[in-house]
């Protein structure tokens, strides 16, 4: 499988007036086609920033101030943020979904006004092959009786039926990529369910690739290929899916994995909270910023900059100096 | 169950919130958000409430408290009824039910210091003497839940969202309650931090002789973890109610079975066996449930009959309820 | 007291907090930090001044006339001249000062007081409370702020004690249409549910918990209402129901210039300057304590 994005040492920093915010610190990944990632971190870990930056969406005080972001060859962080190429591929061949269905669309036009100004601005088709192309996509997406629907507002659509939109809207032009980020958040659990199935069976179907932003580590064991987990601005680890959650190598990732409650665990289970919080991404050490809550730091760890990702075996990486496979249990 | 140990009896409770119309305030329909609900609370238990927005599970919390004046049925708190209390009566009662919210940012008040909403129940109910004896009181519950007593000045905006919530839960202790409603306690909170509080909530409750938590949230994976029993809710009704380490195991309601389904365990190996159970369409309007089981319209198992009537909870085995007729 | 909770929980280690952001120095930063909001707190602070110190700063006796000195251009002697009797211009704005700025602090303190107090029983309450207070509100806002003092000053007669009472009257609905609104939100945070399911009464909400979060647009509204009131003041002065000469009110000067506007001109331009340059003033002023205590700002700036 070919690679279809790679982003090379991404930085996105925000200018406060406390300080410069490094929302986003050397981040690298790729994604190969018709492929699902998982991007995985708290709030504030940048996972959001990173593909914002990939859209060229970071406003001011934002800046991407490094890196590149190659997408089928290019270079994107050639283009300016409002040329004509960074708008053809924006929405078009790369397509977005947020977390917030009630604000992401706009109250004042119908949905088939809104699903429709895309085909036509991008595909350039005629109105009533928009609005044939609309009822289809809608129906695709699970809206029942999309014909009676389309001329709805979106107060009308509950907040599931909303993300359905949503969906629809980002795979009308096609996409080779879709991020959908925190797509199911503010929903209930089945419906959840419900759209995480609908849009991996959409990607499949338009054989565009998915990236999974998200806090819960569940969605991403059910769904991702591979995983990203970011921490403080930058990726700590990356693998396969099966890899990271059977032997994860980045104290973090471990942590993660002991301080979440699971359905099927065993009674009596104790949750291994991580202490502290995370760091303020003003002044950031240079050392390792989950130093101050590991519970598996070496001396080095004091000593020596951010380490570097480092493979443990093809194709999974971490950023630590401690040898976290030697013991098997937590230390101390 | 040894009646004794009984702190909480909820006898088909029902809340209805009235629809009303035009000028004259003409009710027109009701939003039946609780529709016949009954379970048991005892002395040390926790209890999960679980279930989707809009099954009615926050407003049995706030029905416990008197929040709400329920429409029908009965709330015993230690032998009290709730809904028939006077106000005066029921200001008192609350000296011993707590409630834990959800927004660690909406629940404290913005203008008063982490000390000041702490103390705030002592004052209320005038439980410190002396001014000696409230600060002592303050610092200690600071201590309890793991802040330091030296930012007892501090205001809520420069705690971070899971120390705010442990002065939510300090708030609650203040009183020694002998039932806290938490109600989605840790739904807003990072993952590394929920299970700081969630680990907070247990040691509590080993060491306070008597706590109850009646738990209310969404994810049942959480719910399943702290609960000792847990009931699934499903449009304003109980579905199915039963020992924690039962719901995973042997689940009976098709509801809860689909509810577990939906959601995803953190290991693939585990996801690549587990069965999917996709529900079809959205969780019908309180304002217009549906004949009969009120999931029925959703279910994989329905028959004919289950738009006849609403299924009772019926005892399967020691202490497992469910309302299916075809469980 | 009952101790059931032992003493020695196991501590989470949650020391660790950010910085203290002390309230008082960013609303100081973000008050002052903009030149025209800073300039407006000035002239109010020289305005204040010159109101109190009024008797030995005027130069001459703002109502006494001298018909020696009738209708005079600035001049050394008399800065920015004497009117139709002889009194000195200068004298009469300083003391007018004084008139604006009384009127205006009493008027505010009255209206300010009495909406709040129905704005916060309306919202808080609800219902029939609610619909029977903003009912008769907004009767009273039917009518533009001007014409309602007007009519209530032209049926009370003119005077100090007259305008006042008409003027807060005027302002009254404003300040219990704004309380309540603010009331209304902040009803709906959990805090205040929180506060019942401790089992508060109604009126420790309202003072400790509901009113001192709602204050701070009430601040804003009422600096800037200071300015209009002095206004609003000025009109019914200019139109003859307000302030009797021979009190010195800027409104009344204004008019009594009328005549002589132009061959004087400096007559009634000057004390509309000093209205003008007041009314400003308190919108700037209020415009930067909006900023400053806007709480969706807080911990942005």
């Not at chain 1, 009308?172 to 503010?186: G, V, Y």
């Not at chain 2, 499903?234 to 689940?251: A, Q, W």
């Not at chain 3, 509309?272 to 969706?296: K, Y």
Request: glycine share 8%; hydrophobic share 45%; with cysteine.
């Amino acid at each position: 499988m070919a690679e279809i994005l790679k982003v090379n040492n991404l930085i996105t920093q925000f200018k406060t007036e406390s300080g410069i915010v490094k929302a986003v610190n050397d981040v690298s990944y790729y994604i190969n086609e018709q492929e699902i990632i998982g991007l995985v971190g708290e709030s504030g870990c940048g996972k959001s920033v990173s593909q914002l930056s990939v859209m060229q969406l970071i406003n001011a005080p934002g800046k991407i101030t490094g890196g590149e972001i190659i997408f089928e060859g290019q270079n994107l962080l050639k283009y300016k943020q409002h040329s004509p190429e960074m708008r053809s591929i924006r929405g078009a061949r790369i397509a977005m979904i947020f977390q917030e269905p009630m604000t992401s669309l706009n109250p004042v036009l119908t949905i088939g006004q809104q699903l429709t100004e895309m085909l036509v601005l991008h595909l350039k088709m005629s109105n009533e092959d928009a609005r044939k192309r609309a009822i289809q996509l809608m129906g695709m997406v699970g809206i029942p009786a999309a014909e009676g629907r389309i001329d709805d507002y979106p107060h009308n659509f509950s907040g599931g039926m909303r993300q359905r939109v949503m969906i629809a809207m980002g795979l009308s032009c096609d996409p080779r990529i879709l991020i959908a980020d925190e797509p199911t958040t503010a929903l209930d659990v089945t419906t959840q369910a419900q759209l995480l199935e609908m849009m991996k069976d959409m990607v499949q179907r338009f054989r565009a690739s998915l990236v999974i932003v998200t806090h819960n580590l569940g969605v991403v064991a059910r769904y991702a290929e591979r995983i990203y987990i970011m921490y403080a601005g930058r990726i700590v680890e990356s693998g396969t899916t099966k890899d990271i959650f059977s032997k994860p190598r980045h104290p973090y990732t471990m942590g993660l994995l002991k301080c979440i409650p699971r359905l099927d665990e065993e009674e009596g289970r104790k949750l291994v909270p991580i202490e502290g919080l995370p760091p303020n991404l003003i002044n950031m050490p240079t050392t390792c910023a989950f130093l101050p809550r590991c519970s598996w730091k070496i001396e080095r760890c004091y000593k020596d900059p951010w380490p570097e990702l480092t493979p443990v075996n093809d194709n999974h990486f971490i950023r630590c100096y401690a040898d976290t496979k030697e013991k098997k249990s937590e230390p101390g | 169950m040894n009646q004794d140990n009984l702190i909480l009896d909820v006898k088909d409770l029902k809340m209805y919130f009235p629809v009303v119309r035009g000028l004259l305030r003409r009710k027109v329909a009701d939003v039946k958000a609780v529709d016949g609900v009954t379970f048991k609370l005892m002395r040390d238990e926790t209890l999960g409430l679980v279930g989707e927005s809009g099954c009615g599970k926050t407003t049995i919390g706030r029905c416990i408290i008197g929040l709400y004046r329920a429409t029908g049925g009965q709330i015993l708190f230690e032998d009290e009824d709730i809904t028939s209390m006077s106000e005066k009566k029921l200001r008192e009662v609350r000296r011993n039910i707590a409630l834990i919210f959800q927004d660690p940012y909406s629940s404290l008040d913005p203008r008063q210091s982490a000390g000041g909403i702490v103390g705030e129940p002592l004052k209320i109910h005038n439980m410190a003497l002396n001014k000696g004896e409230y600060k002592d009181r303050v610092e200690q519950l600071l201590r309890i839940v793991g802040l330091d007593p030296s930012m007892v000045d501090r205001f809520p905006h420069e705690f971070s969202g899971g120390q705010r919530q442990r002065i939510g839960v300090a708030r609650a202790l203040a009183c020694d309650p002998s039932l806290i409603i938490c109600d989605e306690p840790i739904s807003a909170l990072d993952v590394s931090i929920q299970a700081q509080i969630i680990n907070l909530l247990e040691e509590l409750q080993d060491s306070v002789k008597g706590l109850s938590y009646l738990f209310i949230a969404h994810d049942l994976s959480v719910v399943r973890h702290i609960s000792d029993r847990v009931a699934v809710m499903y449009l304003g009704h109980i579905m199915e109610i039963c020992k924690s380490r039962v719901l995973y195991e042997n689940p009976l309601h098709p509801y809860t079975r689909a509810l577990l389904s939906a959601i995803p365990i953190a290991d693939p190996f585990v996801e690549e066996t587990r069965e999917r159970i996709i529900l079809k369409g959205e969780v019908p309007s309180p304002l217009n449930p549906p004949p009969g089981c009120p999931f029925h319209p959703r279910c994989f198992m329905a028959i004919p009959e289950c738009s006849q009537a609403v299924p009772p909870l019926r005892t399967i085995s020691d202490g497992h309820e469910v309302a299916c007729i075809r469980a | 007291m009952p101790d059931k909770i032992a003493t020695g929980i196991v501590e989470n280690g949650m020391a660790e907090t950010a910085p203290r952001v002390s309230e008082w120095r960013r609303f100081r930063r973000v008050f002052l930090s903009r030149g025209l909001v800073f300039f407006g707190m000035v002239v109010i602070l020289v305005f204040i001044f010159v109101a109190i110190t009024a008797q030995w700063i005027a130069p001459y006796d703002p109502y006494k006339p001298d018909y020696t000195a009738i209708l005079q251009n600035p001049s050394s002697s008399h800065w920015l001249g004497t009117d139709a009797i002889g009194r000195d211009t200068l004298s009469r704005i300083i003391y007018g000062t004084r008139t604006s700025l009384v009127i205006g602090l009493i008027v505010v303190f009255f209206a300010c007081t009495i909406g709040i107090t129905l704005g916060t029983i309306a919202g808080f309450f609800g219902g029939w409370i609610y619909i029977i207070i903003m009912r008769f509100i907004d009767a009273l806002m039917s009518f533009p702020m001007i014409l309602l003092a007007l009519v209530i000053a032209a049926l009370l007669g003119g005077g100090m004690k007259n305008v006042i009472i008409s003027l807060s009257i005027a302002l009254m609905p404003g300040y219990a249409r704004l309380m309540c609104g603010q009331v209304l939100s902040v009803k709906q945070n959990d805090y205040i549910l929180a506060e019942r399911s401790m089992g508060a009464s109604n009126l420790r909400m309202m003072l400790r918990h509901v009113v001192p979060n709602c204050i701070s647009p009430i601040i804003v509204q009422i600096t800037m209402m200071l300015g209009a009131t002095i206004l609003a003041e000025a009109g019914l002065s200019f139109l003859g129901i307000g302030i009797t000469p021979p009190t010195a009110a800027w409104g009344s000067m204004v008019s009594d210039a009328r005549e002589y506007l132009m061959v004087m001109p400096i007559l009634s331009f000057a004390p509309g300057m000093a209205l003008m340059l007041v009314v400003f003033a308190f919108n700037m002023v209020g415009d930067g304590l909006r900023d400053a205590l806007d709480p969706r700002l807080r911990g942005i700036l």
